[in-house]
């Protein structure tokens, strides 16, 4: 089996088979207290999907605010860890797209073959934005634009009229179909580094002045 875990919006669990056929799927859309619910949602989904051995953990990259993030990929990591699994890392962006090429299986084009925009709330009236068209010869959403933050304002004029999608919660099964068809074909979407909205506003105090 295939695990995904993301916390770059909500908080995003889910098991599927090396067919792509979801075997378990929990997830809390609340886009704070990731760590109070990410534990309870992996054991639901571990206890629905069954026994099965965990051959790839899927974490979300992101984008996604600091700490949130921060705890999904520890929980991929340290699970894996345990399991004896490997870590995939996946922009979590790529899922979101490949929901919305095909909500079921993520092949074919469920927006017509053109190309569209995957935007996310950044909070300070800002918005993330991944530009997608179809997939590729992998089944991997074909990202044309990486992932920029602009304010919400300027979006429509930076899209062009390009067809938008806002997305509010993550997928984690299209997660887990990204990871493993990306695994399948011995690609690497994303580097360790997460991709986060910005750096935590906490920042490590200086050296304290001399006193005379």
Do not use: C, W
């Not at 299209?174 to 580097?191: E, K, T």
Request: hydrophobic letters at 45%; a negative charge; proline letters at 7%.
């Amino acid at each position: 089996m295939i695990l995904a875990v993301d916390t770059s919006l909500g908080s995003a669990v889910a098991l599927v088979d090396a067919d792509g056929r979801v075997r378990a799927d929990a997830s809390s859309p609340d886009p704070l207290g990731h760590a109070e619910v990410i534990g309870t949602l992996l054991h639901r989904a571990l206890a629905e999907a069954g026994e099965d051995a965990v051959t790839h953990v899927i974490a979300g990259m992101g984008p996604g605010p600091f700490t949130g993030l921060r705890i999904g990929i520890a929980t991929a990591r340290a699970f894996a860890l345990g399991r004896g699994a490997q870590v995939v890392p996946v922009p979590s962006h790529f899922a979101a797209a490949l929901a919305v090429i095909d909500p079921s299986t993520g092949s074919g084009s469920g927006i017509g073959g053109a190309p569209f925009a995957i935007f996310t709330d950044a909070r300070r009236r800002e918005v993330a934005i991944s530009l997608f068209d179809g997939v590729d010869a992998d089944g991997i959403p074909n990202l044309v634009e990486p992932t920029v933050l602009v304010p919400r304002a300027d979006a429509d004029e930076r899209l062009h009229g390009i067809h938008t999608i806002e997305v509010s919660t993550l997928d984690a099964a299209a997660l887990a179909r990204v990871g493993m068809r990306a695994a399948n074909a011995g690609r690497d979407l994303a580097g360790a580094e997460p991709l986060y909205l910005r750096q935590p506003d906490v920042t490590v105090p200086g050296a304290p002045k001399r006193v005379s």
